[in-house]
């Protein structure tokens, strides 16, 4: 039964409710970010990653430009364990890169990761248990002060083993399940971990708060993380992470805010994969700033070739929706929204702008390795002749009159709505050729000579019910005897109002592209030609609009 009554608030005020977050406007620095992909990403896989699979991802990972990164838990399977002997074994983890693993606080656990991280010049060490109310009362079945004594030996021991195994190791505790857990009683636990560590300013522990099951607003995790920020022992000390996940759909609030109350560094995974409804996603924090205007210190520049790259490794498919990374996030298929963009990229050609303001379209996709041809504008039957005519002009060189551009809107739309399908630039072509260039369903003509005398004089071969006939024309100039000549010849009474031409490209030989309108009775006719011979393509584009008069 869809019973909301079987449901109650779980979260936990901290004692004292501060909002200075609130007052500040965006995150302006880049908070230590913590790839924990190979972790908790990984362990949300039905196939989890294999062993070479995990080094293409620890490398793609450094690649960005990753500095911590959570590999492995150990403990976990041999593929985990021996993911950091070959990394440790075979030097592959660069200098300037930490990795981190994972146990929870039960000694063999611990004992086995510490195998695992045997020789590696510089490792965190993250320990973990379980603190909610419900996991006390219904998992472990323990008190308050039993649960922070797991946390605690778990603690002793880690710092017992990091001596004994020497290398440069930092520790890191979470108190999992901490939405769930009143928030003082987290901090103690924290700061219990911490009388044990006796963290450094030169050489910190860190805090990691997580939303491991998200429960309540952002800004109730925000003021939780202020108030953790400000009576945390050994600040100085110690870097305070966040690690959200996104249940509500609020991972990336959660983030920014608490980034915004006082923490330093953020767990999270590309594209937000990671257990139930994921992590943060590490991408849309990052790009986030970037669209800001603030160095985000990791590189998403070529962000489709490393989706591609995650989703093959990963085995899961990125939602196209999904920010920054989605196949259609530049996407427009709507005609005003078309329009305003393709308006928008010509003014920042023309007027040579520096900053990205281009309306619909929050960052420069061409940043992020994306094609302005082929992912900004795509027709189908919502888009308009501002969408259609930019795929025109971009794909083809081909400019129309503003009239004629609209008329080719709702002939595109129409094909679209028909077939019920997406149209691609070589389709949207076709349609503008069927129309206005290969349109001759009355007569056509085959040549025509011009001498001129004074007045500019035509003679014209047409084939007209498969029989050609020569009719002569004079006008001021080669177009108007042309037009004449049909005129006179078919008794009708059009007016040439429009009369474009331009190149469809740079070289000489290019060809040249001819719109001509006509009215007749009221309404607009249109034609086009396209030929290297600017004539040539200005006859057939009067030919194709004549044939349009329903006089034949
Ligand atoms: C929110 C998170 O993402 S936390 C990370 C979770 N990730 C994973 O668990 C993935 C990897 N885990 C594993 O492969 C396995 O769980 C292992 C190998 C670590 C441990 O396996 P097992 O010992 O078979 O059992 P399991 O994980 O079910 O352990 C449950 C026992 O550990 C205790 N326990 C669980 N977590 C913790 C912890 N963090 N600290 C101390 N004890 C813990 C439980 O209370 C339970 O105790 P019990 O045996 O007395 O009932
Ligand atoms: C172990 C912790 C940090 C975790 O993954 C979580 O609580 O979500
Ligand atoms: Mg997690």
Same mark, same amino acid.
């Given at each position: 039964?869809?019973?909301?009554?079987?449901?109650?608030?779980?979260?936990?005020? +901290?004692?004292?409710?501060?909002?200075?977050?609130?007052?500040?406007? %965006?995150?302006?620095?880049?908070?230590?970010?913590?790839?924990?992909?190979?972790?908790?990403?990984?362990?949300?896989?039905?196939?989890?990653?294999?062993?070479?699979?995990?080094?293409?991802?620890? /490398?793609?990972?450094?690649?960005?430009?990753?500095?911590?990164? #959570?590999?492995?838990?150990?403990?976990?399977?041999?593929?985990?364990?021996?993911?950091?002997?070959?990394?440790?074994?075979?030097?592959?983890?660069?200098?300037?890169?930490?990795?981190?693993?994972?146990?929870?606080?039960?000694?063999?656990?611990?004992?086995?990761?510490? #195998?695992?991280?045997?020789?590696?010049? @510089?490792?965190?060490?993250?320990?973990?248990?379980?603190?909610?109310?419900?996991?006390?009362?219904?998992?472990?079945?323990?008190?308050?002060?039993?649960?922070?004594?797991?946390?605690?030996? &778990?603690?002793?021991?880690?710092?017992?083993? $990091?001596? #004994?195994?020497?290398?440069?190791?930092?520790? /890191?505790?979470?108190?999992?399940?901490?939405?769930?857990?009143?928030?003082?009683?987290?901090?103690?636990?924290?700061?219990?971990?911490?009388?044990? =560590?006796?963290?450094? +300013?030169?050489?910190?522990?860190?805090?990691?708060?997580?939303? %491991?099951?998200?429960?309540?607003?952002?800004?109730?995790?925000?003021?939780?993380?202020?108030?953790?920020?400000?009576?945390?022992?050994?600040?100085?000390?110690?870097?305070?992470?966040?690690?959200?996940?996104?249940?509500?759909?609020?991972?990336?609030?959660?983030?920014?805010?608490?980034?915004?109350?006082?923490?330093?560094?953020?767990?999270?995974?590309?594209?937000?994969?990671?257990?139930?409804?994921?992590?943060?996603?590490?991408?849309?924090?990052?790009?986030?700033?970037?669209? /800001?205007?603030?160095?985000?210190?990791?590189?998403?520049?070529?962000?489709?070739?490393?989706?591609?790259?995650?989703?093959?490794?990963?085995?899961?498919?990125?939602?196209?929706?999904?920010?920054?990374?989605? !196949?259609?996030?530049?996407?427009?298929?709507?005609?005003?929204? *078309?329009?305003?963009?393709?308006?928008?990229?010509?003014?920042?050609?023309?007027?040579?702008?520096?900053? =990205?303001?281009?309306?619909?379209? +929050?960052?420069?996709?061409?940043?992020?390795?994306?094609?302005? *041809?082929?992912?900004?504008?795509?027709?189908?039957?919502?888009?308009? @002749?501002?969408?259609?005519?930019?795929?025109?002009?971009?794909?083809?060189?081909?400019?129309?009159?503003? @009239?004629?551009?609209?008329?080719?809107?709702?002939?595109?739309?129409?094909?679209?709505? #028909?077939?019920?399908?997406?149209?691609?630039?070589?389709?949207?072509?076709?349609?503008?050729?069927?129309?206005?260039?290969?349109?001759?369903?009355?007569?056509?003509?085959?040549?025509? /000579?011009?001498? @001129?005398?004074?007045?500019?004089?035509?003679?014209?071969?047409?084939?007209? !019910?498969?029989?050609?006939?020569?009719?002569?024309?004079?006008? %001021?100039?080669?177009?108007?005897?042309?037009?004449? $000549?049909?005129?006179?010849?078919?008794?009708?009474?059009?007016?040439?109002?429009?009369?474009?031409?331009?190149?469809? &490209?740079?070289?000489?030989?290019?060809?040249?592209?001819?719109?001509?309108?006509?009215?007749?009775?009221?309404?607009?006719? =249109?034609?086009?030609?396209?030929?290297?011979?600017?004539?040539?393509?200005?006859?057939?584009?009067?030919?194709?609009?004549?044939?349009?008069?329903?006089?034949?």
């Amino acid at each position: 039964m869809f019973n909301y009554q079987k449901y109650e608030k779980k979260y936990y005020l +901290p004692p004292t409710l501060s909002y200075d977050w609130v007052k500040k406007e %965006t995150v302006e620095k880049a908070p230590i970010w913590c790839s924990v992909d190979l972790r908790d990403g990984n362990q949300a896989l039905p196939i989890p990653m294999n062993l070479e699979e995990k080094l293409e991802m620890f /490398q793609l990972l450094v690649d960005i430009g990753f500095k911590e990164i #959570e590999v492995a838990f150990p403990a976990a399977s041999d593929t985990e364990f021996n993911l950091l002997r070959t990394l440790i074994d075979n030097n592959m983890i660069p200098d300037d890169v930490t990795i981190m693993v994972i146990t929870q606080a039960r000694e063999h656990i611990i004992r086995r990761t510490f #195998e695992a991280i045997q020789g590696a010049p @510089k490792a965190i060490v993250h320990l973990y248990n379980s603190t909610s109310e419900a996991q006390r009362r219904q998992v472990f079945k323990k008190t308050k002060e039993e649960i922070k004594q797991i946390a605690v030996d &778990g603690a002793i021991l880690v710092k017992e083993l $990091a001596e #004994e195994t020497g290398g440069d190791i930092y520790f /890191q505790y979470s108190p999992e399940s901490f939405p769930g857990t009143e928030v003082e009683y987290a901090l103690d636990i924290c700061n219990s971990v911490l009388d044990i =560590w006796k963290p450094i +300013p030169e050489h910190k522990a860190i805090i990691n708060i997580p939303t %491991t099951v998200e429960n309540a607003m952002p800004h109730i995790y925000a003021s939780q993380i202020e108030y953790i920020h400000k009576n945390l022992s050994y600040r100085e000390a110690v870097t305070l992470s966040i690690h959200p996940h996104n249940d509500r759909g609020c991972g990336v609030s959660d983030a920014e805010f608490g980034v915004l109350a006082g923490a330093e560094r953020v767990e999270g995974t590309l594209f937000g994969i990671g257990e139930r409804t994921g992590n943060v996603d590490l991408i849309t924090l990052a790009m986030n700033m970037y669209s /800001q205007g603030y160095d985000p210190e990791l590189n998403f520049s070529n962000l489709d070739a490393i989706r591609k790259k995650y989703e093959g490794l990963t085995r899961t498919t990125v939602h196209e929706r999904q920010p920054y990374s989605g !196949d259609l996030v530049f996407t427009a298929f709507s005609g005003s929204h *078309q329009d305003a963009i393709s308006k928008g990229m010509k003014y920042r050609r023309e007027n040579k702008l520096e900053k =990205w303001d281009v309306p619909y379209i +929050p960052v420069d996709p061409a940043d992020l390795g994306r094609n302005y *041809q082929t992912d900004v504008i795509r027709i189908n039957s919502q888009s308009g @002749k501002g969408g259609i005519g930019y795929i025109l002009e971009s794909n083809y060189g081909i400019k129309l009159p503003y @009239k004629m551009n609209e008329e080719m809107g709702y002939l595109t739309k129409k094909v679209s709505d #028909e077939t019920n399908k997406e149209l691609s630039a070589e389709e949207i072509y076709l349609v503008f050729i069927d129309h206005y260039v290969d349109y001759y369903p009355s007569f056509q003509v085959v040549d025509y /000579q011009f001498n @001129k005398n004074g007045e500019q004089k035509v003679t014209l071969t047409l084939l007209k !019910d498969n029989q050609q006939i020569e009719i002569h024309g004079k006008g %001021t100039g080669s177009l108007d005897a042309v037009s004449n $000549a049909l005129q006179e010849y078919f008794g009708i009474d059009y007016n040439l109002e429009v009369y474009e031409q331009h190149s469809l &490209g740079k070289s000489s030989l290019a060809e040249a592209s001819a719109q001509i309108g006509i009215s007749h009775q009221g309404r607009m006719y =249109w034609g086009a030609g396209i030929n290297q011979d600017i004539m040539k393509a200005s006859v057939q584009a009067l030919v194709a609009a004549v044939n349009k008069l329903e006089v034949f």
